[in-house]
């Protein structure tokens, strides 16, 4: 079992959509949660951090943790086609010393 | 301007001939890593450091060795290439020492070894 999952996608979306990315992860320890966007041929770019339960929003972006039932999930609102890209979800576990990433699911933003 | 630096960007190489990758940053951070990145797998930990002279193996370590001699470079070695290294890999820090606080990644150098 991977420690951390997504769904490949691509998830497909019409600009000015909510897109909702998943991810889920098996360690009940971890303690610090990141989307990530990387676009292709790019180097993966932070989008969001979250540490505790519950919802953070930093403009368009809306994180989500769930640690009860071991899910991350990020919203986008008002999807533009510039969100076109793969967004990668990362835990690090209890002792914080690594990072798992999941394999990424990549996102379309339909003009 | 605060950056993670890899160098070089692209390298085509033998099976067998020693190669270095270099990782400089400038953010006096202390935590230091490296990933590589295949199709479907994802990015994983390959090595990485808390701090000066302390290392550890992540995921992938087979292959790979490192050094942190000075704070704010982490070379990555493969002493032994196999064509199986094939990949994108990226350096990445974060400060604090602690790989709680998120990472900045460096513009990847595109690996390949026949």
């Known amino acids: 079992q991977k420690e951390v999952e997504q769904n490949s996608g691509p998830l497909s979306v019409p600009e000015g959509a909510i897109a909702s990315l998943n991810c889920t992860y098996s360690d009940r320890g971890s303690q610090s949660f990141f989307w990530y966007r990387q676009y292709s041929g790019k180097s993966p770019e932070l989008i969001m951090s979250?540490?505790?339960?519950g919802d953070k929003e930093d403009g368009r972006f809306t994180a989500q943790l769930n640690k009860a039932s071991q899910y991350v999930s990020l919203l986008i609102r008002d999807s533009q086609p510039s969100d076109s890209a793969t967004y990668l979800c990362a835990v690090t576990q209890y002792n914080f010393n690594k990072f798992y990433f999941g394999s990424g699911t990549k996102l379309n933003v339909k003009p | 301007e605060a950056q993670v630096t890899q160098n070089p960007r692209y390298l085509i190489t033998v099976t067998g001939k020693k190669l270095t990758v270099t990782c400089s940053q400038n953010m006096n951070h202390e935590y230091m890593s490296w990933y590589r990145q295949d199709p479907g797998l994802g990015l994983r930990q390959i090595y990485y450091?808390?701090?000066?002279?302390?290392?550890d193996k992540g995921d992938v370590p087979e292959g790979y060795k490192v050094s942190r001699k000075e704070k704010r470079n982490f070379p990555l070695i493969l002493e032994s290439p196999s064509p199986n290294q094939t990949s994108l890999y990226f350096c990445?820090?974060?400060?604090?020492?602690?790989?709680?606080?998120?990472?900045?990644f460096g513009d990847g150098t595109r690996l390949s070894i026949l």
């Open positions: 990445a820090s974060s400060p604090q020492g602690q790989a709680g606080q998120p990472q900045h």
């Open positions: 979250i540490y505790s339960n």
């Open positions: 450091s808390m701090n000066v002279e302390v290392t």
